[in-house]
């Protein structure tokens, strides 16, 4: 199907789809069946940042499988503001960034898994999923932040991981892993190794974003008192932000035991940065965070480098403070780990990793579910709405004053995203 453009996915599931560098994967309930995957994405702006590659774009007129959901649908939360209730059902999220907004329908299409001895196969298992075709930008989204277009990749069950979860076809659970070079892998099913570090997900003001406990911010062989705070793990947000109090004890206690003189670049946002040619004084700080049972998170590299004409000249430690108790844990602390989304069994896990060890034939755990045709979408929504949702801007978070999709997704992908939108031109959000 023209419409529909069909990626193998090697291992189990390894779907070869780069989105901003990232590779979508599946882990399938099925032994060696390859899956694909129609490219959804937006006819809008923003698309000029990425004119080196060939985004595919999605037109949901241009297949035969998609549907709008409309305004009187149960997952549509925006459907009062509809003049008909026959019409598309439209999201928009506004951002605290100025002028800064992203809006557009909901749109219903299938996402196709096929057996690995032919990809071409019409014997597809299909899931039914929503995502949202942008068709406006505001603000600094026109400045090439990421192109438009949402996926859903949070708690509710309006995202991906719930729809595919329900078919039968992996468990409700999704791992992220970010290289060096911010290239990396998303694993749909993957609930991680046995040997991963655990934290169980707090219940606050909803139920669809990931936040955590931290009992202790340290740093260096210092575990500082009073700063436990609570966190969302959101890789749609580049760089890291603590709570004011948190920020200026871990900030304070790093700068103390650096060896270098303080300074400011043009153009940078944060306080903390230094004067040096070399790294090596700063990289022999460690940064970690710790939870429950004592397990730790250590930070690989919290720094971003600043260079000149003659090559470095100064870091900055890249966390900035946020006026709110929940902090935020951004895509720089997710570098070098395998972070894993358990929505199922309600726990963050993560280990070390160099985003090819599943690459290298090591498939994610397999279920025992059993696959059956999805049918339609769910008639119940049983999540309740959220009320913010930090997007993945390369500098700056922002953070979402109006309903996305109904509730607060995750994804991860403005990132990429920066790691929240992805290539294939979708917001991640979490």
């Keep these: 199907m023209l419409a529909h453009q069909m990626?193998?996915?090697?291992?189990?599931?390894?779907?070869?789809?780069?989105?901003?560098?990232?590779?979508?994967?599946?882990?399938?309930?099925?032994?060696?069946?390859?899956?694909?995957?129609?490219?959804?994405?937006?006819?809008?702006f923003g698309a000029f940042i990425m004119q080196d590659k060939d985004l595919k774009e999605y037109n949901p007129s241009g297949s035969t499988t998609s549907k709008f959901i409309n305004c009187s649908h149960h997952l549509c939360e925006l459907g009062s503001r509809c003049r008909d209730p026959n019409q598309p059902c439209p999201y928009i999220v506004n951002y605290e960034t100025k002028d800064t907004s992203t809006s557009g329908f909901l749109v219903e299409d299938i996402l196709h898994l096929a057996p690995v001895s032919s990809n071409k196969s019409n014997k597809f298992v299909r899931a039914p999923v929503v995502i949202g075709c942008g068709s406006k930008q505001t603000g600094t989204y026109l400045e090439g932040t990421a192109p438009d277009g949402v996926m859903g990749l949070g708690l509710g069950n309006i995202s991906v991981p719930h729809f595919l979860a329900k078919a039968g076809l992996v468990r409700n659970s999704f791992s992220l892993c970010f290289d060096e070079d911010s290239d990396g892998r998303i694993y749909f099913g993957d609930q991680g190794i046995a040997s991963q570090n655990t934290t169980p997900f707090l219940a606050l003001d909803d139920q669809n974003r990931y936040i955590v406990g931290v009992k202790a911010c340290c740093v260096g062989t210092s575990c500082l008192e009073q700063t436990d705070i609570k966190v969302l793990v959101d890789s749609g947000t580049s760089f890291t932000y603590l709570p004011s109090s948190a920020y200026e004890k871990v900030v304070g206690e790093f700068d103390r035991q650096i060896r270098a003189t303080k300074t400011r670049f043009d153009g940078y946002p944060w306080d903390y940065c230094y004067k040096s040619s070399s790294l090596a004084a700063a990289t022999k700080i460690t940064l970690s965070l710790k939870f429950d049972?004592?397990?730790?998170?250590?930070?690989?590299?919290?720094?971003?480098?600043?260079?000149?004409?003659?090559?470095?000249?100064?870091?900055?430690?890249?966390?900035?403070?946020?006026?709110?108790?929940?902090?935020?844990?951004?895509?720089?602390?997710?570098?070098?780990?395998?972070?894993?989304?358990?929505?199922?069994?309600?726990?963050?896990?993560?280990?070390?990793?160099?985003?090819?060890?599943?690459?290298?034939?090591?498939?994610?755990?397999?279920?025992?579910?059993?696959?059956?045709?999805?049918?339609?979408?769910?008639?119940?929504?049983?999540?309740?709405?959220?009320?913010?949702?930090?997007?993945?801007?390369?500098?700056?978070?922002?953070?979402?004053?109006?309903?996305?999709?109904?509730?607060?997704?995750?994804?991860?992908?403005?990132?990429?995203?920066?790691?929240?939108?992805?290539?294939?031109?979708?917001?991640?959000?979490?």
């Design 7 to 44: 990626f193998l996915f090697l291992l189990h599931l390894i779907l070869e789809v780069i989105c901003f560098g990232f590779l979508v994967t599946v882990s399938n309930v099925l032994h060696y069946l390859p899956a694909t995957t129609a490219v959804w994405c937006s006819l809008v």
């Design 293 to 430: 049972a004592n397990n730790s998170f250590v930070v690989f590299n919290p720094l971003i480098s600043h260079y000149d004409s003659e090559g470095l000249n100064g870091f900055c430690l890249a966390i900035q403070s946020i006026d709110d108790n929940v902090g935020t844990i951004g895509q720089n602390f997710m570098t070098g780990y395998r972070m894993v989304f358990d929505g199922e069994n309600m726990k963050l896990g993560w280990s070390h990793s160099d985003c090819q060890d599943l690459a290298d034939n090591k498939a994610p755990p397999v279920t025992s579910s059993n696959v059956t045709s999805p049918g339609s979408l769910p008639t119940e929504q049983q999540s309740s709405p959220n009320h913010r949702t930090p997007p993945a801007e390369s500098i700056m978070p922002s953070i979402a004053t109006s309903i996305l999709m109904g509730q607060r997704h995750s994804c991860f992908i403005e990132f990429l995203f920066p790691f929240g939108l992805i290539a294939c031109m979708f917001t991640w959000i979490f």
